[in-house]
């Protein structure tokens, strides 16, 4: 896919001007008043990328109820704050809570759109959600296709078309809406995805507490799975150990819920038997678990470098990498459509997707040049100030108020003689 951020300067909610403290928000940002707000998502102690993304979006938002889209077979005990349980594939549940919140205090509803995480065919229960609403919603995207069916098109574009406003989270994400699904860009506002305001230190400092002294920390994280090139950063790890003997590869997550189910632990004993095989047993380490906010933030703290090795270059938005950049680290990755976005001018190295060679030859001038890393990683955390949550809780919250405004009406293409082409997801 071609990049799209040099087009999509005409799309509105391009990022602000990054202010000198983290959390320090103009006057005009504080000013948006604070709403009922239910938000309609996977919930934490879910283990998923969106269940995370949903607690810290709704923590800075404030004034917030949650309605827990509850996964299939999933023994899970909510937090207060989750005031409703929808059972992913019961349909009446949908249209209850929907009536309940039509009922209620609630001035707006913020869904989180991901196809698998709503039931029906394609997550299809979500346009029912919606039409059951007499609230505002302002739906966030976290996949957009880039060869949807039919069906997947369909659903997204009448959700927008129902939807107040549309978040999404890169410029690459809004262009595609708009050149390929037709949408209109007033509908659409970018909000990058936010990350926690952690201050900028040296690693050396932090290592000991992880039993990393004396290595020199190369770190992915996130639920475990294929897809995301860790066999190619794996493959890498021979010759940077040649160059650099304390280099160590820490693949940080516990593996993700629904590969466990259909597959135990296989991917990743495949992973470890491919360091085994190469040698580097000594030189990359699996910690096997999910851990806490504090936890990881100690982690990346720790880190040297940081690597999203995707070979999906279509991928629209990283959660991982985001955090990479709000730790200040140096990044190596894949250009795929967010990394090549928010590395942009010098935040970070991008190679090309399946090549450990290339990756080793990065891993090894970046490990080897503390000040060239310092300064990335520098620029990485001052662009990404711009990001911490207080500041996304802000932009939320002056989406969500302008949603609740009367808007005119706007002409939607109708679904039906959409051309089923061209898409991108999240990875």
């Given amino acids: 896919m071609p990049s799209r951020a040099g087009s999509a300067s005409h799309l509105p909610g391009a990022l602000r001007p990054v202010p000198d403290a983290a959390t320090a928000l103009p006057p005009d940002e504080r000013s948006y008043a604070i709403l009922q707000t239910a938000f309609v ?88 959600f919606v039409r059951a609403l007499r609230i505002p919603v302002v739906t966030t995207l976290h996949t957009v296709l880039r060869d949807p069916t039919p069906s997947q098109r369909r659903i997204l574009v009448r959700l927008i078309a129902m939807s107040a406003r549309t978040v999404v989270m890169s410029r690459a994400a809004a262009s595609l809406l708009a050149d390929a699904y037709d949408v209109d860009p007033a509908r659409v506002e970018i909000v990058p ?128 990498l985001s955090y990479a950049m709000g730790a200040g680290k140096a990044i190596v990755s894949t250009p795929y459509a967010y990394a090549r976005e928010r590395l942009a001018d010098g935040r970070g190295v991008l190679v090309a997707p399946g090549s450990s060679a290339l990756l080793a030859d990065a891993f090894i001038d970046l490990l080897g040049d503390p000040v060239r890393r310092a300064s990335i990683g520098r620029r990485a955390y001052e662009y990404s ?34 051309p089923a082409h061209v898409g991108v997801p999240r990875g």
């Fill in 41 to 128: 998502s996977t919930y934490a102690p879910h283990r998923c990328g969106i269940a995370t993304f949903t607690y810290d979006l709704s923590m800075s938002v404030g004034s917030r109820q949650i309605v827990a889209l509850h996964p299939v077979g999933a023994q899970e005990t909510y937090p207060p704050e989750v005031r409703h349980r929808v059972r992913r594939d019961v349909l009446a549940d949908y249209l209850a809570v929907a009536e309940s919140l039509n009922r209620s205090t609630v001035d707006v509803v913020s869904i989180q759109h991901e196809y698998g995480i709503w039931g029906g065919r394609d997550g299809e229960y979500v346009l029912d």
């Fill in 193 to 320: 995805h936010g990350v926690p305001a952690l201050p900028l230190v040296d690693p050396a400092v932090v290592k000991p507490r992880l039993g990393l002294d004396g290595r020199l920390v190369i770190l992915s994280f996130g639920l475990l799975g294929p897809g995301k090139g860790y066999e190619s950063a794996i493959a890498a790890m021979p010759a940077v150990v040649r160059q650099i003997p304390s280099a160590l590869y820490v693949i940080l997550g516990a593996t993700h819920p629904g590969l466990l189910l259909r597959e135990g632990e296989a991917y990743r004993e495949k992973l470890q038997a491919t360091a085994a095989a190469l040698g580097v047993t000594e030189h990359v380490r699996f910690v096997d678990r999910f851990v806490s906010r504090a936890e990881l933030g100690t982690w990346l703290e720790a880190a040297d470098l940081f690597v999203t090795p995707y070979p999906n270059l279509d991928q629209i938005v990283s959660g991982t």
């Fill in 385 to 418: 100030r711009g990001m911490v949550w207080p500041r996304i809780g802000a932009e939320y919250r002056r989406v969500l108020e302008q949603a609740t405004l009367p808007r005119p009406a706007l002409p939607v293409t109708p679904s039906a003689v959409l």
